[in-house]
């Protein structure tokens, strides 16, 4: 009763503020006033009392996860508030600061990103948070295994359904012979495309570019990640636990809007994401969010050339 006769009072006055604005829009700006007014409700616990009270539970998508669940469950540890976490399967690695860490769900459902127990929800005209804190990976999985004579270039690509159709923003076979042959002198470069076994699926299908038999016939200089899990010399517990170890030894990213830049940009260095559409262009979440998980140089690439004058430019 309380959240529908809120959600009356911020629908009016963002309709009243924003009037001009898409209706499709307008609901992100009133869903960050309702997730502001839920955490008024625990006031004294967060500031005055601090019990070892707070649960985090989460499943939703993987970039939603990275972007609020994950910071706001690591300022409740550095809180002393944090009693548990909850999370999708082959998470326990990003949460190595909980107590208590369950890997409670299977999959991962578009539902779950509307989480209003988090400080924000997938886009926000607001992302100065209160409740958010950054979470140091590269700190914790840097490691001498995944150590190479270049310093280490990861392209971590995506060719996913979106928005219930086609791939849309993706590296394309000719746009990655024109990445690794203007880099490959300067860097170990590693490749990183994850197989639908090797992660907890959402609703997006997967789907294949059989770009890993033309990586190993044209460009064999390039290592698979797949390749280093098969390998796994540092001993990961499963793929996401790699990725943050292989990560965490580079400094230098390209990366697919979604979750697949998300973890991009927490490993600090430049990270060249390349989004043609979404609402992230809208709420500017590349400039104002992404550089807050890490402090990451974040470039936007709106389009296949402009990932080309970025490598040239940075």
């Known amino acids: 009763m309380l959240r529908n006769i809120l959600n009356k009072i911020f ?32 006031l004294l616990r967060d500031y005055i009392f601090k019990p ?14 990275l972007q609020f669940a994950l910071p706001f469950a690591y300022w409740h540890h550095k809180n002393g508030t944090l009693k548990k976490t909850e999370s999708s399967k082959f998470t326990r690695e990003l949460y190595f600061f909980s107590p208590a860490h369950e890997e409670k769900y299977d ?19 607001d992302y100065d948070m209160n409740k958010w804190a950054q979470v140091p990976l590269k700190e914790t999985y840097q490691n001498n295994v995944y150590v190479f004579d270049k310093p280490v270039l990861v392209i971590a690509n995506r060719y ?21 042959s203007e880099l490959k002198d300067r ?25 890993y038999s033309w ?25 996401n636990h790699l990725q943050l170890q292989v990560y ?3 400094s230098k990213f390209l990366s697919i809007h979604g979750g697949t830049a998300t973890l991009a940009s927490y490993f600090g260095g430049t ?21 807050k998980f890490s402090g990451a140089q974040i470039l936007h690439a709106k389009n296949d050339d402009e990932v080309k004058q970025f490598i040239r430019n940075y």
């Not at 629908?11 to 839920?38: E, F, N, Q």
């Not at 070892?52 to 996860?65: C, H, I, L, Q, R």
């Open 271 to 291: 990270n060249i994401i390349l989004s043609k559409q979404g609402p992230e262009h809208h709420f500017g979440c590349y400039h104002k969010l992404y550089p």
């Open 107 to 125: 999959t991962r459902r578009p539902e779950g990103n509307y989480n209003f127990e988090m400080p924000r929800i997938l886009y926000s005209q």
């Open 11 to 42: 629908s009016a006055y963002v309709r009243l503020r924003y009037g001009k604005m898409h209706w499709s829009l307008r609901y992100y700006y009133r869903d960050t006033y309702y997730c502001i007014a839920v955490q008024a409700k625990y």
């Open 215 to 239: 990586l190993e016939k044209t460009h064999p200089e390039v290592i698979l990640l797949e390749n280093l899990w098969r390998e796994n010399r540092a001993k990961a517990n499963n793929f």
């Open 160 to 180: 996913n359904m979106e928005w219930d159709g086609p791939p849309i923003s993706f590296f394309s076979i000719e746009l990655l012979d024109h990445i690794i």
């Open 187 to 211: 860097y170990t470069i590693i490749y990183n495309r994850p197989r639908p076994q090797n992660i907890t699926m959402d609703n997006s299908d997967i789907y294949d570019m059989d770009e």
């Open 52 to 65: 070892k009270y707070k649960v985090t539970s989460f499943d939703g998508e993987f970039a939603p996860e």
């Open 248 to 250: 965490a030894n580079a």
